[in-house]
Nanobody, 127 residues
Framework: QVQVVESGGGLVQAGGSLRLSCVVSGRTFSSYNTAWFRQAPGNEREFVAAIKWNGLATDYVDSVKGRFTISKDNAKHTVYLQMNSLKPEDTAVYYC????????????????????WGQGTLVTVSS
C-alpha cells in the first residue's frame, strides 16, 4: 500500500524559509509524478508545485514562482519543497500527493489526478 508522509512544517517569520519533505513508500518511487498542494482556513485546496517522475519538469503556481523550489531524491524516496521569502499568505496546511499511473506526461495541477495524499503539515508565517 502506498503511503505519503509529510514533515517540515512549523512557525516562521515573514521572509524566512522552511523545507518540507514528502516520503513516499510502498512502491517504486521514481516512476510517478508528485505534487504539493495547500489549503488555508476557509479556502479550497490549491496547487502549489509539481515535479515529473523523472525530475525533468516542474510547475508552480504563479504566487510562489521564484520563491519555492520542488525537487526529488530518488535514493531517499523523498520529494522536497524548499520555501524561501515566506509571506503570511503562504500560511496553510501543505499536502503532498502522488499519482498512481507510471511515466505520465507533465504533472497535472488538478487535485483529482492524485489519488494518494499525505496527512498534511502546517506552515504558519507570522508578519
Amino acid at each position: 500500500q502506498v503511503q505519503v508522509v509529510e514533515s517540515g512544517g512549523g512557525l516562521v517569520q515573514a521572509g524566512g524559509s522552511l523545507r518540507l519533505s514528502c516520503v513516499v513508500s510502498g512502491r517504486t518511487f521514481s516512476s510517478y509524478n508528485t505534487a504539493w498542494f495547500r489549503q488555508a482556513p476557509g479556502n479550497e485546496r490549491e496547487f502549489v508545485a509539481a515535479i515529473k517522475w523523472n525530475g525533468l519538469a516542474t510547475d508552480y503556481v504563479d504566487s510562489v514562482k521564484g520563491r519555492f523550489t520542488i525537487s526529488k531524491d530518488n535514493a531517499k524516496h523523498t520529494v522536497y519543497l524548499q520555501m524561501n521569502s515566506l509571506k503570511p499568505e503562504d500560511t496553510a496546511v501543505y499536502y503532498c500527493a502522488t499519482e498512481t499511473s507510471r511515466y505520465r506526461n507533465n504533472p497535472s495541477l488538478a487535485p483529482a489526478v492524485y489519488p494518494v495524499w499525505g496527512q498534511g503539515t502546517l506552515v504558519t508565517v507570522s508578519s
